[in-house]
């Protein structure tokens, strides 16, 4: 039973990553919807960090090309 449950998380870990590198807006949109209701007020504390840890990072805003090196002036 552990064998089966170790290839049912290496399967899921392959789907994953095959899922954001061929549909990065489709995965990013699926975690959001997962993190959603997991960081809403009223959840206990590991919940939120749970959701927090699933959300997404932030996209840059659209004025910046999305370098970390600028400098203004």
């Given amino acids: 039973m552990l064998q089966e449950v ?5 399967v ?3 789907a994953a990553f ?3 590198d061929r549909a990065p807006a ?3 949109r699926l975690r ?4 959603v ?10 919940m939120r960090r749970a959701g927090q840890w699933i ?3 932030r996209l840059p805003s659209k ?6 090196g600028c400098e203004p002036g």
């Fill in 6 to 10: 170790v290839v049912a998380l290496l």
């Fill in 12 to 14: 899921f870990a392959a």
């Fill in 18 to 20: 095959v899922l954001h």
């Fill in 26 to 28: 489709l995965s990013r």
């Fill in 32 to 35: 959001v919807a997962m993190a």
């Fill in 37 to 46: 209701p997991l960081v809403r007020d009223g959840r206990p504390a590991w």
């Fill in 55 to 57: 959300a997404p990072p």
């Fill in 63 to 68: 004025g910046c090309g999305g370098c970390s």
